[in-house]
């Protein structure tokens, strides 16, 4: 069992930027693709970003060119990195692994908020 903790969260004005954190209380080596989803009002859960352990990224369209995700094996932590933020990009925001198609990930952080003001 993994557990996730998620930090880094809160109120930005549009353009701004957050930088999110995800601490794992286990080894998170041995999941080849960790990542970040979030969850906006009256929608899906969505994937935001990924990252394997070999440094390949991955990320939604709509976050393409803004956010940048990064992994620290010997630390235990993904971050998220997320600039030029926009209204749209408020949401609940959720470390998770291991990220797979097809399949939810098994473990999931608690969730940060991030509100993004016009």
């Known amino acids: 069992q993994v557990q996730l903790v998620e930090s880094g969260g809160g109120l930005v004005q549009a353009g701004g930027s957050l930088r999110l954190s995800c601490t794992a209380s286990d080894s998170i080596d041995r999941f080849n693709a960790v990542g970040w989803y979030r969850r906006r009002t009256g929608k899906q859960r969505e994937l935001v970003a990924s990252?394997?352990?070999?440094?390949?990224?991955s990320y939604a369209d709509s976050v393409k060119g803004r956010f940048a995700i990064s992994r620290d094996n010997a630390k235990r932590t993904v971050s998220l990195q997320m600039d030029n933020l926009r209204p749209e990009d408020t949401a609940v925001y959720y470390c998770a692994l291991p990220i797979s198609d097809g399949w939810f990930p098994d473990y999931w952080g608690q969730g940060t908020q991030v509100t993004v003001s016009s």
């Open positions: 990252v394997t352990n070999g440094g390949s990224t």
